[in-house]
């Protein structure tokens, strides 16, 4: 396909368990970005990859979040031990042009019961 | 954190009326963007400016950036109901940030 797609689309988890989300970016774009986003408000940074380089993680709310682009292409967002405040929507975006035009996915809807 | 705040962040209207969503921050940003939103799906861009006082227009759609680079504007006149969604800014400095969103709802 040629937009970002992600999977998941829906994932609920128990509280504790492990959680892993999958990003496929655009086939080209250097930039892959995450976002959170709850409901009806704007997402959040979490982090941005160029190629491999995880260049910015100031966004992970905490050490439980880890995400990795080892082949500079497909991404993985991992979060650990999930909690309730965890529940969102996580968006993955790629871009070609560091970020000015971002091209999202449809997002992965966590719950965490 | 999120630098930019968008009103109003809910707004209900009559097809046919005009509408005004505001983006404002007390940062500076070297390009400004809108997005749209629909439910279960991810933001879809719909116009990038970046020179201060830039006006662009898409159709029904009026876009404007202020002169200092820190507040924008989304003007659309004679809303439709496909217009409804979530309406987002966002602001490029040394990191990428959304505001807070606008839900706009156009009922026929």
Do not use: M
Request: aromatic residues 10%; hydrophobic residues 30%; charged residues 20%.
């Amino acid at each position: 396909g040629a937009g970002v797609s992600q999977s998941p689309r829906y994932k609920v988890a128990k509280r504790g368990q492990d959680v892993a989300l999958r990003c496929d970016p655009i086939s080209g774009h250097v930039s892959l970005f995450w976002y959170q986003q709850a409901l009806g408000q704007g997402p959040e940074f979490l982090t941005y990859f160029q190629n491999e380089a995880q260049l910015d993680k100031s966004g992970l709310p905490s050490d439980r979040f880890f995400a990795e682009r080892p082949e500079g292409s497909v991404s993985t967002l991992k979060i650990q031990r999930t909690q309730q405040e965890d529940s969102a929507v996580y968006l993955c975006a790629s871009s070609s042009d560091r970020g000015y035009t971002q091209y999202f996915g449809p997002g992965t809807r966590l719950t965490v019961l | 954190t999120q630098l930019l705040e968008q009103s109003p962040q809910f707004l209900s209207i009559q097809e046919g009326e005009n509408l005004t969503v505001y983006c404002n921050s007390s940062s500076v940003f070297s390009s400004l963007q809108w997005y749209r939103q629909e439910p279960g799906e991810g933001p879809v861009l719909l116009v990038t400016v970046v020179t201060g006082g830039e006006v662009k227009k898409l159709k029904r759609l009026t876009f404007q950036f202020g002169d200092a680079r820190k507040d924008s504007s989304l003007h659309i006149t004679a809303a439709q109901p496909g217009d409804t969604g979530l309406y987002l800014c966002a602001g490029s400095s040394n990191q990428f940030y959304f505001g807070t969103g606008t839900s706009l709802t156009v009922i026929p």
